[in-house]
Structures are given as structure tokens and as C-alpha cells.
């Protein structure tokens, strides 16, 4: 696919990733942890110029948790709201702190999107195992439950995987790749390793971005120059500058929609993402 900026007349799918599994409030105040607290964040997030809100969920003790109920009061707190914004479910699962059933859970409420990660790779410490049986099943349940999978690549050979799923039959088109740069034991947080992986995708593929800790923003620059979507937000980056603690996602999100209007790129609404993603209008 072309990755040259003649796309520019775009509109910038803005992603907000919430509050993953991982940062606490003693890491930033500003990380929710309650459904209550995710459903405000996603809410202003939307008003800043999110299309989208990456959610992960917490049990009561603040560690990471696949609960459908939770998840389910998460998405109609927001909805109660009135806000449009949609929503993408993680099946992340904290990277071996749940099971793969656990993980899958999610994916029976139908939400609009869920994350597919799709490969196995160091996570900082530990090690993030998406074997072939996993991601086969949760490639199958997607399917049933019209849910469109977030392939999330956190190296090369993860856009090799889901190329051969695609030609398999068991993810079908419209194709949403996230691009995931910077995390401590994948791929590094460049440019060249944006364009590298870019360059690999599918034809007609749409693509995002979002990269860990202080390449948050270089990357998400260079995506909306290269005619890409960006990711931002408290679960991959807590600081807004060097040393300053971020005030909250929507912060980063507003920093991001800024941006794309100073170099022309119109930022897309939820309705407008749902139309680019063949996402039916709620």
C-alpha cells in the first residue's frame, strides 16, 4: 500500500487507550480504575477528539481483570453518558495475568472492536504468549460475534501471522492493523520500523500507530505525516513532557487533534471512523 503522504485529505482516526493493565494511580493519579472513573476518562477523551477508546478493565484490588460484567457496566456507563464513541474491548489480559479462555470473554458482549495481539513476544519481564490455537479460536469467536479485530503487531513477524490468517479465511476484510513500537523486548520505537512494518501489510489495509513511553508522540507524528491513524493515551505513555505527569487522557488526545488540524488532517468523528472501518452507525 502506498505509505506516501497523498492521503493527507484523510481523516485521523484518534484512539485513546484508557488505562491498560499495568499503571496504577501510584504511577499517575490520573489513570482510572473503576468503571466509573473509565467511563469519564472515555467520555472526555471522545469530546477531545477521540473516535475510539481502548478499554481495559480492573477488579477491585486494581489488577487487571477480563470480567464481562465489568466490562459491560464500563460500556453502558458510557453509553448512559450519550456518548457515540466506540468502543474497543482489550483480550490482552495483562500478558499472562489471565487465561486464554479469560481473555476471549470479552469478545461475547460483540463489542465493535477487540484487540487481537497477534503473536507472541517478550513483555518487558515477562512474556506475551498468543499461541496459534489462541489466536485461531479468538479469530473464530470474532467471526461469530461480528466483532472487528485491532491486529496489533508488536513486530515484523506479527503482520507475517495475520497475512496468513487473512489468506486462511479467518479474518476477514475490512482489515484494522495497530502498529505497536517501543515496548521493552519488541520492536523499537523508529520510524524505520514504522515504515518497515507499514510497508508489509495487506492491500487496502487501514493502520494505526501507538508506541511506548517517550516515543509516544514522535511516532504518532510521523504517522499522521505518513497519512496513518494514531493511538495515545495512559495506558502506553503516562507523561505529557519529560518529568511532567500527563493531567489525563484526554489531554494527550486534544495534543494529538491539535496537531493533525496544523498539518490539514481533519479528525475523524465516531461516526466517520465507523464508516471508514465498515462499522455499522449506532
Known sequence: MSIHPTDLSQPVIISAALTGSWPTKADNPAVPITEEEIAEAAVAAHKAGAAIVHLHVRNDQGKVTCDPARYAKARDLIRAAGSDVIINMSTGGGAGQTTDEQRMEPVSLKPEIASFDCGSTNFGKTVFINSPSFLDELAKRMLENNVLPEIECFE???????????????????????????????????????????????????????????????????????????????????????????????????????????????????????????????
Open 156 to 282: 515484523p513477524g506479527h503482520v507475517a501471522n495475520a497475512i496468513r490468517l487473512i489468506d486462511e479465511g479467518k479474518i476477514k476484510p475490512p482489515f484494522w492493523f495497530q502498529v505497536v513500537l517501543n515496548l521493552r523486548g519488541a520492536s523499537p520505537g523508529t520510524v524505520k520500523q514504522l515504515l518497515n512494518m507499514v510497508e508489509m501489510l495487506p492491500a487496502g489495509a487501514m493502520w494505526s500507530v501507538c508506541a511506548i513511553g517517550r516515543a509516544q508522540l514522535p511516532i504518532n507524528v510521523a504517522a499522521l505525516a505518513m497519512g496513518g491513524h494514531v493511538r495515545t493515551g495512559l495506558e502506553d505513555n503516562i507523561f505529557y513532557h519529560k518529568g511532567q505527569l500527563a493531567e489525563s487522557n484526554a489531554q494527550l488526545v486534544a495534543r494529538l487533534a491539535r496537531i493533525a488540524n496544523e498539518i490539514g488532517r481533519p479528525v475523524a468523528t465516531s461516526a466517520e471512523a465507523r464508516t471508514m472501518l465498515g462499522l455499522p452507525q449506532l
